[in-house]
């Protein structure tokens, strides 16, 4: 019984660390289906984190704070896509500019406007995402089996957290039944066949990644406002590119994308319970093993070793018309 | 788009028939390049109307322009007798204008139909017209016999059947006018028949087509009217009737060109190149190659023929030492030469091979280097190259411009840019750098891709004459017209293997195509006999 608690509150914990994941996967998803490599997740996750917490301390409403990060992580689209869809830029180097430009510029605002050392100020109860109780799951949580799952694993996570996990068959009805959809794989497997059908090339893939900036934005306002109270300097630490490997991981499907952010989730709420935590037989497990596993995982996984993942086919190309 | 789907097209209002399209003046530069000057043309509704012209003659720019791909600089476009302002694709569509691209237009991972509706799709939810696209679908392939699964992976389907989806989607749109350009690159004579076939079924049903090709042979063979591009200029127009490939191709090139070339036997010596059970996998480990067994002797050519993607580009690669034998053995003048152990290309090269790779640009030259930088290339630790350790340019610029009058490359300026040449000078210095080596055995592919017909007629002389000269030859090539006038025996290679031998004398394109598309020689040679 002990044993099936631990697993409940891992898997609790899981949801959780893999929320931020799975929206800034999805994100990826949209931009690079389109055919724009997008390695400023981080960048852009970070940025909205600190404009959520920041907005929302002015304002003491966690729905502003969130709107914020998703008008700064748009803006940053943007710019992205001004570099590479417009004017034909090295989408790596945009991305990697952007991850960097951000976690100075999120610093600096931070100690202008705040003096705390690039930290934001810690916000109160209003000011955050609060956890939503499903109805009767007080009275069930004496139920075997069913009731800590009910009343544990599934109620009392905040807003966020569900819409990240509705975002997933939201995204693939977008991408594999619309009009929508359609036009935004056409575009990134094979761009001339969508401008020969009469549908702008560029406007496409701007739509593209605005859809990644409005999905990182939310990721962004998850960490400093709904999982943490406060931004922290840097506090994305690799969640943006974390979140680029489960895509890639999940060939650059939602649902396998999904399937992916849960096991890295997974290892990250592992690494915090499994901290101290004595298993019979293996002793006190190093917690800095467990704390890198998902990065081994990503190398190994990358490697090539489970399945060869086909990206996009015009992936990282800028559109350009031949003679 | 249901509303411009099935736009009228017909007579204007007071009855007369105007021209499918009519083009006035149309003037189109790129920078320095003056793609089309001054171009008018008309073609006729209801016919097939080629347009035929050297590589870089303007062709494919002004149909560019008149699908919305390029705007002219100058001059009007007029369809069903009306002014049209076509900006984009999206207009060309709206008027009629449908077009088959040289390279498709698809998109591999999508189905047949999902092609199909790309831009179309009747609705924000794809739901509500997928259906209806299927019957729509389905009732052009019955008009049009364009048999094909709408739920095939398009990725799946051979060139000719891509090239079907291409026709369907134009046909999807409403397109009265159907442009093509250079559509049988890819394909077999008999699915180049296929096409030709539907084509007629277009016309017939009172589309009009318009053909883009430099192929005489299907001009003659397929147009109602045909009219001739040089060097950006509109030259002259024909009824196919009353013209002949002898004055298309003058009009062409603007002076007189042997079609045919003029060669004398074969006098074959002893075997150079011997072949034995040769396999040759690619980078995915797939097999390309499959037991190819033959030779090649001093004094003459063999061709390998068949249709592009079936084992001759690994083949050839793997002769030219730049690709590892999977099985079996290659011999040069009795001595073993399998590449991959220990014999790479530049081994060969030392024995004598001369290697002429398929694609110019990505095999044969940096086209980042100047000429005399390219003109060394894979020679360049020859010692008449050499100073100390240093390389003497000055021996290099003196051979280089040495083998640019020797080959006609123009300009003759060693220190040009090998990106500045032409496609046919390019090829020319490639020619020249391995040619002038005196090599024992030539390897060559494709050696006229994207050679315009005056120095496809040098090229081919300069290959003649190393035979004359009693060296051994092997080219791969899939222009028959090519391997035809060139080689004295004929290879046909169809999915890896080498399906037959024809000899020159026996050969002609209906037996080597049947071969092309895997059928036994024997029962090709039947087939022919009962046609």
């Known amino acids: 019984m002990e044993n099936f608690e631990l697993i409940i509150l891992l898997l609790d914990a899981t949801l959780r660390t893999s929320t931020p994941l799975i929206l800034a996967a999805l994100a990826g998803m949209f931009s690079e289906r389109s055919g724009t490599i997008n390695l400023a997740l981080e960048g852009m996750m970070l940025g909205g984190a600190f404009s959520a917490a920041a907005v929302a301390f002015y304002v003491g409403s966690p729905w502003v704070g969130l709107l914020a990060a998703i008008a700064t992580t748009i803006g940053l689209s943007l710019l992205h896509g001004f570099a590479c869809i417009t004017h034909k830029g090295n989408q790596v180097v945009s991305g990697m500019a952007i991850n960097i430009l951000m976690s100075g510029l999120t610093a600096l605002v931070g100690i202008a406007l705040f003096a705390q050392g690039g930290k934001t100020p810690a916000l109160d109860k209003a000011s955050r995402f609060q956890p939503i109780t499903f109805p009767g799951a007080e009275s069930f949580r004496d139920v075997p089996v069913l009731g800590p799952i009910y009343s544990e694993l599934l109620s009392g996570h905040n807003i966020l957290v569900y819409i990240a996990f509705l975002a997933v068959p939201a995204a693939w009805w977008v991408m594999y039944r619309t009009r929508f959809g359609l036009r935004l794989r056409a575009v990134g497997e094979n761009p001339g066949a969508v401008d020969t059908a009469g549908i702008g090339v560029v406007a496409m893939r701007y739509r593209a990644v605005i859809c990644s900036g409005v999905l990182v934005g939310m990721s962004g306002a998850y960490l400093s406002t709904a999982q943490g109270a406060s931004f922290l300097q840097d506090m994305t630490a690799g969640k943006g590119y974390i979140a680029l490997a489960a895509m890639v991981f999940g060939k650059w499907r939602p649902f396998p994308a999904l399937a992916a952010c849960l096991l890295f989730g997974f290892l990250d709420a592992a690494a915090t319970r499994l901290q101290g935590v004595v298993l019979p037989g293996i002793g006190e497990v190093p917690v800095q093993l467990v704390q890198a596993l998902p990065y081994i995982l990503t190398v190994i996984l990358l490697a090539g070793f489970i399945g060869r993942a086909i990206p996009p086919k015009a992936l990282g190309r800028a559109y350009v018309k031949e003679r | ?531």
């Open chain 2, 1 to 531: 788009m249901s509303d411009t789907m099935h736009q009228m097209h017909g007579t204007g209002e007071n009855g007369a028939v105007h021209p499918a399209i009519e083009l006035r003046g149309i003037d189109k530069r790129f920078g320095a390049v003056h793609a089309n000057k001054e171009i008018d043309l008309k073609v006729d509704k209801g016919t097939i109307h080629g347009i035929v012209g050297e590589n870089g003659a303007g062709k494919s720019t002004l149909m560019s322009i008149l699908y919305g791909f390029y705007q002219a600089d100058g001059g009007t476009i007029h369809v069903d007798g009306e002014l049209c302002d076509i900006k984009g694709s999206d207009d060309a569509i709206s008027v009629g204008i449908g077009m088959v691209h040289q390279h498709f237009m698809l998109v591999e991972t999508f189905s047949v139909l999902e092609n199909v509706i790309l831009g179309v799709e009747g609705g924000a939810v794809l739901r509500d017209g997928v259906s209806k696209a299927r019957e729509e679908l389905e009732r052009l392939e019955r008009e049009y016999s364009l048999n094909i699964d709408p739920d095939a992976i398009v990725g799946d389907l051979s060139v000719g059947l891509q090239q079907r989806v291409e026709i369907l989607k134009a046909l999807y749109r409403g397109a009265e006018i159907l442009i093509l350009d250079e559509p049988t690159g890819v394909l077999t004579p008999q699915e180049a028949d296929h096409l030709f076939r539907i084509l007629e079924t277009l016309k017939e049903q009172g589309k009009t087509v318009v053909l883009i090709t430099h192929k005489l042979r299907e001009i003659m063979a397929a147009t109602d009217n045909v009219s001739v591009m040089r060097q950006g200029e509109m030259v002259a127009h024909r009824k196919t009737a009353e013209t002949s490939p002898e004055e298309l191709s003058e009009l062409m090139v603007g002076r007189k060109v042997l079609l045919r070339l003029e060669k004398g036997k074969a006098n074959p010596a002893d075997t150079v190149l011997k072949v034995d059970n040769l396999c040759v996998d690619n980078a995915q480990g797939v097999r390309k190659v499959k037991n190819a067994t033959f030779t090649v002797r001093a004094g003459e050519i063999v061709g390998v023929a068949g249709v592009s993607g079936n084992g001759q580009s690994e083949l050839l690669e793997a002769l030219g030492g730049i690709r590892s034998a999977a099985e079996g053995s290659v011999e040069l003048s009795g001595q073993d030469v399998t590449p991959g152990k220990g014999v790479d290309a530049a081994e060969l090269r030392r024995r004598g091979v001369a290697h002429v790779p398929e694609d110019r640009h990505r095999m044969a030259m940096v086209t980042a280097f100047t000429a005399k930088e390219a003109a060394i290339l894979g020679y360049e630790d020859d010692n008449t190259y050499q100073k100390g350790a240093l390389l003497d340019w000055d021996a290099i610029s003196k051979a280089t411009a040495n083998m640019m009058a020797e080959f006609d490359v123009r300009p003759n300026n060693p220190d040009l840019k090998a990106a500045n040449f032409s496609g046919g000078n390019q090829q020319k210095l490639v020619l020249a750098r391995e040619i002038m080596r005196d090599p024992e055995l030539l390897l060559v592919g494709q050696p006229t891709r994207g050679v315009d017909i005056g120095a496809i007629e040098f090229i081919h002389k300069r290959i003649v004459a190393m035979r004359d000269a009693g060296k051994a030859v092997l080219l791969v090539s899939v222009e028959l017209d090519e391997i035809m006038s060139l080689a004295d025996r004929i290879l046909v290679m169809c999915d890896g293997s080498i399906i037959g031998e024809v000899s020159a004398a026996e050969a002609n394109e209906r037996v080597l195509g049947l071969m092309m598309a895997g059928v036994d020689p024997k029962e090709a040679k039947a087939v022919e006999g009962q046609a």
